[in-house]
């Protein structure tokens, strides 16, 4: 309702699916929505100037490197874990590697073997501070 347009609940709609089944050996870049339900040996990144929602199913398993905007995980993940918004740990979501996250949610039974690292909305590493100047 007041500032800003963007929602730190992840999108419903999902644009591609992996099935169960379906082993995937490289990086995957995407925008919209990506629902998980097989295997992927490689980095999985959403587009940086479009929000990215990934859901991993139950019987998912991502190995390498994920960079969305928001994150639904209740699979395996081994490998570190980069939302720019919000994150949320299923029952069943096994993660072993660092979550970078700025809103979490974790459910029972989640498991999370490394840090949890809050990400503030003030801190970037794309962000150059700027000196003001100085009159004498």
Same mark, same amino acid.
């Given at each position: 309702?007041?500032?800003? !347009?963007? !929602?730190?609940?992840p999108?419903?709609? @999902? +644009?591609c699916?992996i /099935?169960?089944?379906?082993t @995937?050996?490289g +990086?995957i =870049?995407?925008?919209?929505g990506l629902?998980v339900d097989?295997?992927? %040996?490689?980095?999985? =990144?959403s587009a $940086?100037d479009? *929000?990215?929602t990934? #859901?991993? !199913? +139950?019987? &998912?398993r @991502?190995?390498?490197e994920i960079?969305v905007?928001h994150a639904v @995980?209740?699979?395996? #993940?081994?490998g *570190?874990?980069?939302?720019? $918004?919000?994150?949320?740990?299923?029952g069943?979501?096994n993660v072993?590697?660092d979550?970078?996250y %700025?809103?979490? $949610?974790i459910?029972l039974g989640?498991?999370?073997?490394?840090?949890? #690292?809050y990400?503030?909305? /003030?801190?970037? +590493?794309?962000? #150059? *501070?700027i000196k *003001? &100047?100085?009159?004498e």
């Amino acid at each position: 309702m007041f500032g800003s !347009s963007k !929602s730190n609940k992840p999108q419903s709609r @999902i +644009d591609c699916l992996i /099935g169960a089944g379906t082993t @995937i050996n490289g +990086d995957i =870049n995407f925008s919209g929505g990506l629902r998980v339900d097989g295997h992927v %040996r490689g980095n999985v =990144n959403s587009a $940086e100037d479009k *929000p990215g929602t990934l #859901v991993l !199913s +139950d019987q &998912a398993r @991502i190995e390498g490197e994920i960079r969305v905007a928001h994150a639904v @995980i209740n699979g395996t #993940v081994v490998g *570190p874990v980069h939302a720019v $918004e919000y994150v949320e740990l299923q029952g069943k979501a096994n993660v072993t590697g660092d979550v970078h996250y %700025r809103t979490l $949610e974790i459910q029972l039974g989640a498991v999370v073997q490394g840090r949890l #690292v809050y990400q503030s909305e /003030g801190k970037s +590493d794309k962000v #150059v *501070p700027i000196k *003001p &100047a100085v009159a004498e």
